[in-house]
């Protein structure tokens, strides 16, 4: 009996709080009600006279919808029963469909549009509030609301094949390839998946110590498969369709409006020059990997892309020594919680405290939430930290908006809830979680995701926190890096958890240190990546076939050869959710690396730049050209060749950890 009446005595929550969630059927019913509230609000909006409440409405509207659809991509991910996983992506498809529809809405754009024209009353809006209301008539505008019927309806079309072709493209990219057991030879085979007479490939396994194993995966798990090229070229040829059927020369034009970069011709620029001053390091790097491949196979030595990760590694290891097995011990999950703490209590005044979760509210029992304080401005929002693997969890770590904050009607801010997803591996009874260095280093990563979540305190959902240009929305990530390698903030909390001995400034060092071992080589990667997702989304028609462009500029930005019979292009998976915008990744990395040698080396817990930071750069979300955030900040307009300099300054030795070290 006593079971029963604790039944009643907690009646379940829903996930997240959200009554209607206590079961899959739940998300039907959280989506009719906001399809309900997005129509009243749709005719408010068109029944509305010009002026800021315009603004609001559509915010409202935008919320309605984004408060499920931002849950439900989460879920469809992340939850571990199949019934709520489907039930979430069936609501990411309803909702999406919706907004193509609105976003193609005559009447609705008329309104808004009458509040852009209208002078008077535009001059008398705050900044933000006239940046969103141009944000959202640039949605309605790449949405093509200013064709005609017939060709706003292909537009819509369009939109709604180009979701389907990235969902396709997405699972394509991740399906593992088959080859019969006896082309490889036998004492490889343990490395892959046995299937009766068949070998599955899942991966690359890169860290593989032998070369013929990572030769066989590159060569079996890159292998064209001509379905997933076709879903490619379609994607491709769609996305170009669409942005100029809406009045744009290429894809890439349509997807760089409003970023820092503002078009292809700045990433483009940015790109070469980068790549100029990287090659001869790159060269170098190339060489060291060669010698070392030479000393460990000698008959076998001509580098290729299946080395790189891999021998790269090895002279890292060689050169400085850093077992991960050795660094652990100092980086319980417990303690990088309380470093993060120290840290955000002393750069901003805020302090992360556990809370207490009712039943039904997570997914998972090992997911933790944290309530954010502000010393004097109180509760600020909710992070949940859904930290460890499980079966059918993808091994991703990510920060997703659940909730974006705004200023509701009544006068209370709609307080922000994210969620922080990592893969860290359980750990056995009676120890604590030990993270590896990349570990921690990617936690204190997606914690800056989720302290601009917390901080972008904007008054409207639209812009808040993380929604902001892509080429921006990193930086607060990526300099949370640059706080987890400096020694002054990791000796805080870096502990042995069974001596409590601090970690040794040398080892610091050598961490440090070592992750500038090659590091030209891998910059020169990703700037390859960036390129060909450049040329895949430029000028159409394409002038050669997608492997083709993948084997020219392989060779020409990379300089490593290409493998024959393969298409890496296909396992991109990047081109769905960052098109046209891979070089987001490195220019965010350029941003960040100004802040911090300009703001925080000197003193990584100066509150007066701390709360500079959160002023210039995390307070306003979306609603600030990101370009004025950073002059805000770095009180310059930096150029190209200065974003330029800054990463490959990076690459720089330090000079006291040779010294230390030889």
């Known amino acids: 009996m006593q079971n029963i009446s604790a039944i009643y005595i907690y009646p379940s929550q829903g996930l997240f709080g959200v009554p209607e969630l206590s079961c899959p059927e739940g998300f039907q019913e959280a989506q009719d009600k906001a399809l309900q509230e997005s129509e009243q609000l749709v005719q408010k909006a068109c029944s509305t006279p010009p002026g800021p409440e315009t603004v609001m409405i559509f915010d409202q509207l935008s919320d309605s919808l984004c408060r499920v659809a931002d849950l439900a991509d989460f879920v469809k991910v992340a939850h571990p029963d199949f019934a709520f996983r489907e039930a979430a992506e069936e609501a990411c498809r309803n909702i999406g469909t919706v907004v193509e529809k609105l976003n193609t809405d005559v009447e609705l754009c008329q309104s808004l549009r009458r509040l852009l024209v209208d002078e008077t009353v535009m001059s008398s809006l705050d900044p933000e509030t006239r940046r969103v209301a141009e944000l959202f008539m640039f949605d309605f505008e790449i949405s093509g609301i200013h064709l005609d019927e017939e060709k706003r309806k292909k537009a819509v079309d369009l939109n709604i094949r180009i979701l389907d072709l990235c969902n396709e493209f997405l699972i394509g990219a991740h399906i593992p390839n088959k080859i019969d057991k006896h082309v490889l030879p036998e004492h490889i085979r343990y490395n892959f998946t046995a299937e009766g007479n068949y070998l599955q490939v899942a991966g690359l396994h890169a860290d593989c110590p032998d070369d013929l194993v990572r030769e066989a995966a590159y060569k079996i798990f890159l292998h064209s498969n001509a379905q997933q090229l076709a879903r490619l070229e379609e994607l491709l040829v769609s996305r170009n369709s669409l942005a100029q059927l809406v009045g744009y020369d290429t894809f890439a034009h349509r997807a760089l409006q409003g970023t820092m970069a503002k078009n292809p011709e700045t990433v483009r620029q940015f790109l070469e020059k980068l790549s100029e001053q990287l090659s001869k390091r790159t060269q170098k790097d190339f060489q060291m990997m060669t010698e070392m491949k030479m000393k460990l196979n000698p008959h076998n ?42 840290l955000f209590s002393q750069l901003l005044g805020i302090s992360l405290y556990a809370e207490q979760t009712k039943r039904g509210e997570i997914w998972s029992e090992d997911v933790r939430k944290l309530a954010v304080v502000h010393e004097t401005e109180g509760l600020l929002g909710y992070i949940y930290c859904d930290f460890f693997q499980r079966p059918d969890k993808p091994h991703q770590d990510c920060h997703f908006t659940v909730r974006g904050g705004r200023l509701k009607e009544n006068g209370e801010y709609q307080l922000p809830v994210v969620v922080l997803m990592l893969s860290l591996p359980k750990s056995a009874r009676g120890t604590p979680t030990l993270l590896s260095p990349g570990m921690m280093e990617n936690l204190f990563h997606e914690m800056g995701h989720a302290m601009h979540s917390m901080l972008g305190r904007t008054r409207y959902q639209h812009v808040t926190g993380t929604r902001c240009p892509t080429d921006f929305a990193e930086v607060p990530s990526i300099l949370m890096e640059y706080f987890a390698n400096d020694y002054r903030v990791v000796n805080q909390f870096a502990r042995h958890y069974k001596t409590g001995q601090p970690l040794p400034k040398t080892m610091v060092s050598r961490l440090c240190e070592s992750k500038k071992v090659c590091a030209a080589a891998d910059m020169q990667l990703q700037v390859f990546y960036a390129v060909l997702d450049q040329i895949y989304h430029g000028e159409h028609p394409l002038k050669k076939s997608t492997t083709e462009i993948l084997k020219e500029t392989q060779e020409r930005v990379y300089g490593l050869p290409y493998v024959p019979n393969t298409a890496w292009q296909l396992r991109f998976s990047h081109l769905v959710g960052y098109g046209a915008k891979y070089y987001s990744y490195l220019m965010s990395r350029a941003v960040a690396s100004m802040v911090w040698k300009q703001c925080f080396a000197q003193n990584p817990f100066d509150r007066a730049m701390g709360e500079r930071y959160r002023r210039e750069m995390l307070a306003h979300g979306g609603g600030k050209e990101p370009m004025l955030m950073v002059q805000g900040m770095l009180q310059k307009s930096p150029s190209v060749e200065d974003f330029v300099d800054a990463l490959v300054s990076d690459l720089d030795h330090d000079f006291e950890t040779f010294i230390m070290d030889s």
């Open 301 to 342: 030595s001509m580098l290729m892309p299946w080395d790189h990760p891999y021998y790269s590694g090895v002279l890292r290891a060689e050169r400085y020594n850093i077992d991960p097995g050795l660094y652990c011990p100092f980086f319980s999950l417990g303690a990088c919680m309380e470093g993060l703490n120290s």
